[in-house]
């Protein structure tokens, strides 16, 4: 576990740029990235190169000891070359052009912008080929950002059609599996078919989620392009990318160009994109389930361990409010993320930039070099790892590692088909799947986020919130981990839909109904004064956003939580079929954090799976290696109780407000005080 900055050699003076790099290394940092904004400077006019500068920070960087991360600059087209070809540009759903001026300006179909991408990498990854120093590249920056993963430009229309044409054959599948008779939107040709611009009415629905998925295609496609042509100049660099917490792009499809996964993570960010209140802890410190979520994600998407690109230093820029962290805070971040499977956090930046759009954003450094709180916390957890790195850790089962033995479902198709319909503004599918995520870690459970068709016999349980789209290749795989033992639970509006966004033939859940032993009467969407009420094991809960009405089968499905108020007082709310070895529980609505809480509990009892006893919401516990790291989220001291012959690592039982421990004690010894 080592601990990086993001820098920018290109905003600095020549003399500045030594002094800041010997800081960085008395610091305790490892690794420095650079280069992903610089193409303007690697090449001020077409053909003209300049790499001395970044080549001169780099030999710095191996001088003092550290590590260089290099990035292809193709997040930001330079001038000239938008002027040469100003058919690289994006361009929206109702043709405005996204011009030059900002970053992510750029069309992933573009045939020319591909060409001039490959160019600038090759020429930058030749020039360092055999430099020492630098251990690994980052591809571009933040694919998708500020809203640019859709291009609706006339390449991308051609790219979409020769999509749709590999995908389908022929043009009258692709009207069948859509459903184009609706609203007279049967096409003749593919050549009809555009990509979903501005309409008078809403899109088809399958139309918009092939276009989904066409336009993450397409960015894998692009950055595929780069990692192929880093990897045949020098193999042994690895190749990641920082993807953004809650990604509208699929991750798990890059797993296989990418040595590893990085994400970039902002906790006091993150937790204001939702439309939920925000606590004065979480604007100090974020939210831990917010932030473990896309840690467990990236970790899966190649199996390894992952790094966190950007981390937050301080204050930032971008979101509705900027309170500073709290005391410690970034600290904190960094052994989170250190408990979740990074094997390195980089912080974002080095020195705050008197320039440009992120003049607001804190560094490590003030714009004058003096020591930010950032620093002071980047430091502490520098010297933390070298001492967890010398620590006497004992052999652990696979369960005690970074893998666990639970996993939740999580599906970008599913996001996209629900984001295009989701029939009530609250329903939002990283929420609902953060409510299971959530009452998981509230008991210290180890969670793999992982896409539906992974191989699930290694788990003990399987959470598989709103497996919207499915089909009978999907519902076969469920029933085998069932009969052969495994204990699944689903819920609200699973197999709603086919794989193309239409409805099943058959009533709701389609080809899961075998699976859970129950079919779907009726559902509701409702607000929150007509939440209903279930009972359930002999209390009461709210069941809040979306209800439905459940019906089991002859000789399928046990109820065992009803509606007791509204339209479906008496009916099932929640049933479990017993299937061969195993069980499979449908939960018939959005519970409320108690109620999930108990559903989660009840399928981890069945499951075998050990558990700590339910934390407070601010306190949480990752398993890895052998060590258990005890982060404290909030803004008051906690003591926890441990073994008597618990040997601490970091910190000691009582972790104060914003701070971590680190322990040798499984997470299931551990209790906190009353």
Same mark, same amino acid.
């Given at each position: 576990?080592?601990?990086?900055?993001?820098?920018?050699?290109?905003?600095?003076?020549?003399?500045?740029?030594?002094?800041?790099?010997?800081?960085?290394?008395?610091?305790?940092?490892?690794?420095?990235?650079?280069?992903?904004?610089?193409?303007?400077?690697?090449?001020?006019?077409?053909?003209?190169?300049?790499?001395?500068?970044?080549?001169?920070?780099?030999?710095?960087?191996?001088?003092?000891?550290?590590?260089?991360?290099?990035?292809?600059?193709?997040?930001?087209?330079?001038?000239?070359?938008?002027?040469?070809?100003?058919?690289?540009?994006?361009?929206?759903?109702?043709?405005?052009?996204?011009?030059?001026?900002?970053? /992510?300006?750029?069309?992933?179909?573009?045939?020319?912008?591909?060409?001039?991408?490959?160019?600038?990498?090759?020429?930058?990854?030749?020039?360092?080929?055999?430099?020492?120093?630098?251990?690994?590249?980052?591809?571009?920056?933040?694919?998708?950002?500020?809203?640019?993963? !859709?291009?609706?430009?006339?390449?991308?229309?051609?790219?979409?059609?020769?999509?749709?044409?590999?995908?389908?054959?022929?043009?009258?599948?692709?009207?069948?599996?859509?459903?184009?008779?609706?609203?007279?939107?049967?096409?003749?040709?593919?050549?009809?078919?555009?990509?979903?611009?501005?309409?008078?009415?809403?899109?088809?629905?399958?139309?918009?989620?092939?276009?989904?998925?066409?336009?993450?295609?397409?960015?894998?496609?692009?950055?595929?392009?780069?990692?192929?042509?880093?990897?045949?100049?020098?193999?042994?660099?690895?190749?990641?990318?920082?993807?953004?917490?809650?990604?509208?792009?699929?991750?798990?499809?890059?797993?296989?160009?990418?040595?590893?996964?990085?994400?970039?993570?902002?906790?006091?960010?993150?937790?204001?994109?939702?439309?939920?209140?925000?606590?004065?802890?979480?604007?100090?410190?974020?939210?831990?389930?917010?932030?473990?979520?896309?840690?467990?994600?990236?970790?899966?998407?190649?199996?390894? $361990?992952?790094?966190?690109?950007?981390?937050?230093?301080?204050?930032?820029?971008?979101?509705?409010?900027? $309170?500073?962290?709290?005391?410690?805070?970034?600290?904190?971040?960094?052994?989170?993320?250190?408990?979740?499977?990074?094997?390195?956090?980089?912080?974002?930046?080095? /020195?705050?930039?008197?320039?440009?759009?992120?003049?607001?954003h804190s560094g490590l450094l003030e714009r004058d070099g003096t020591p930010d709180a950032g620093f002071h916390d980047a430091v502490a957890a520098s010297a933390d790892f070298d001492r967890l790195a010398t620590a006497s850790l004992s052999e652990t089962d696979a369960d005690e590692t970074h893998g666990g033995s639970v996993a939740l479902l999580h599906d970008y198709d599913n996001l996209w088909a629900l984001s295009i319909?989701?029939?009530?503004?609250?329903?939002?599918?990283?929420?609902?799947?953060?409510?299971?995520?959530?009452?998981?870690?509230? !008991?210290?459970?180890?969670?793999?986020?992982?896409?539906?068709?992974?191989?699930?016999?290694?788990?003990?349980?399987?959470?598989?919130?709103?497996?919207?789209?499915?089909?009978?290749?999907?519902?076969?795989?469920?029933?085998?981990?069932?009969?052969?033992?495994?204990?699944?639970?689903?819920?609200? /509006?699973?197999?709603?839909?086919?794989?193309?966004?239409?409805?099943?033939?058959?009533?709701?859940?389609?080809?899961?109904?075998?699976?859970?032993?129950?079919?779907?009467?009726?559902?509701?969407?409702?607000?929150?004064?007509?939440?209903?009420?279930?009972?359930?094991?002999?209390?009461?809960?709210?069941?809040?956003?979306?209800?439905?009405?459940?019906?089991?089968?002859?000789?399928?499905?046990?109820?065992?939580?009803?509606?007791?108020?509204?339209?479906?007082?008496?009916?099932?709310?929640?049933?479990?079929?017993?299937?061969?070895?195993?069980?499979?529980?449908?939960?018939?609505?959005?519970?409320?954090?108690?109620?999930?809480?108990?559903?989660?509990?009840?399928?981890?009892?069945?499951?075998?799976?050990?558990?700590?006893?339910?934390?407070?919401?601010?306190? /949480?516990?990752?398993?890895?290696?052998?060590?258990?790291?005890?982060?404290?989220?909030?803004?008051?001291?906690?003591?926890?109780?441990?073994?008597?012959?618990?040997?601490?690592?970091?910190?000691? $039982?009582?972790?104060?407000?914003?701070?971590?421990?680190?322990?040798?004690?499984?997470?299931?010894?551990?209790?906190?005080?009353?």
């Amino acid at each position: 576990m080592h601990t990086g900055v993001c820098y920018f050699p290109e905003h600095w003076e020549e003399d500045r740029v030594e002094t800041d790099i010997e800081r960085m290394a008395e610091a305790g940092l490892q690794y420095v990235r650079m280069g992903e904004f610089a193409w303007s400077r690697f090449e001020p006019e077409r053909g003209d190169y300049d790499f001395e500068w970044l080549e001169c920070a780099v030999s710095l960087v191996s001088e003092y000891g550290m590590e260089a991360v290099l990035c292809t600059p193709t997040a930001s087209p330079p001038k000239w070359l938008v002027d040469e070809e100003p058919s690289i540009l994006q361009t929206e759903a109702d043709g405005t052009t996204r011009h030059y001026g900002g970053r /992510r300006h750029y069309c992933f179909n573009s045939p020319v912008y591909r060409r001039e991408s490959e160019r600038i990498t090759e020429r930058l990854a030749e020039r360092f080929a055999d430099h020492p120093a630098v251990a690994g590249w980052q591809t571009d920056n933040e694919y998708g950002c500020h809203g640019t993963l !859709r291009c609706y430009c006339d390449d991308c229309a051609s790219a979409f059609r020769e999509w749709l044409r590999e995908t389908y054959g022929d043009v009258e599948t692709l009207n069948e599996r859509w459903g184009t008779a609706f609203w007279s939107q049967e096409v003749t040709s593919f050549e009809q078919v555009d990509p979903p611009r501005h309409t008078a009415a809403d899109h088809h629905p399958s139309r918009l989620l092939d276009y989904y998925r066409f336009a993450s295609d397409s960015a894998i496609a692009y950055n595929r392009l780069q990692t192929r042509l880093l990897r045949a100049v020098n193999d042994d660099w690895f190749v990641t990318h920082n993807f953004m917490s809650h990604d509208d792009l699929d991750a798990y499809a890059f797993g296989d160009d990418l040595d590893f996964a990085s994400w970039d993570s902002y906790p006091t960010g993150h937790v204001q994109t939702g439309d939920g209140p925000v606590s004065d802890a979480e604007f100090r410190a974020g939210n831990p389930d917010n932030l473990g979520l896309d840690h467990d994600l990236y970790r899966c998407v190649t199996d390894e $361990p992952h790094w966190v690109m950007e981390q937050q230093p301080g204050d930032i820029n971008w979101p509705p409010y900027s $309170p500073q962290p709290g005391d410690g805070a970034m600290r904190l971040w960094a052994h989170y993320a250190a408990g979740h499977g990074a094997d390195v956090v980089s912080y974002f930046r080095w /020195r705050r930039c008197r320039m440009g759009q992120e003049q607001y954003h804190s560094g490590l450094l003030e714009r004058d070099g003096t020591p930010d709180a950032g620093f002071h916390d980047a430091v502490a957890a520098s010297a933390d790892f070298d001492r967890l790195a010398t620590a006497s850790l004992s052999e652990t089962d696979a369960d005690e590692t970074h893998g666990g033995s639970v996993a939740l479902l999580h599906d970008y198709d599913n996001l996209w088909a629900l984001s295009i319909e989701p029939n009530t503004p609250e329903f939002d599918y990283w929420v609902h799947l953060e409510t299971y995520y959530t009452a998981l870690r509230e !008991r210290a459970v180890t969670v793999d986020v992982v896409p539906p068709m992974t191989d699930l016999s290694a788990y003990n349980a399987v959470v598989a919130p709103t497996l919207h789209l499915a089909d009978n290749e999907l519902a076969n795989r469920l029933t085998a981990y069932v009969e052969a033992g495994g204990e699944l639970l689903t819920t609200i /509006r699973s197999g709603m839909k086919d794989p193309y966004n239409k409805l099943h033939d058959a009533p709701q859940p389609g080809p899961l109904a075998s699976t859970v032993g129950t079919t779907v009467d009726d559902h509701e969407s409702v607000p929150e004064q007509l939440a209903a009420t279930v009972e359930y094991d002999g209390q009461r809960y709210d069941g809040r956003v979306w209800n439905e009405w459940l019906a089991p089968t002859a000789d399928g499905a046990t109820v065992v939580g009803r509606y007791d108020n509204g339209p479906a007082e008496g009916t099932a709310a929640v049933t479990r079929n017993d299937l061969g070895d195993g069980s499979a529980t449908y939960v018939g609505t959005w519970p409320e954090p108690a109620f999930a809480g108990v559903l989660v509990e009840d399928l981890l009892e069945r499951a075998g799976v050990k558990t700590a006893d339910p934390l407070p919401s601010q306190l /949480r516990l990752c398993r890895r290696d052998g060590l258990t790291w005890v982060a404290n989220f909030g803004a008051e001291a906690v003591a926890v109780d441990a073994p008597d012959d618990a040997e601490w690592y970091v910190g000691e $039982p009582t972790i104060g407000a914003f701070d971590v421990a680190v322990t040798d004690t499984p997470p299931a010894a551990l209790s906190v005080d009353d």
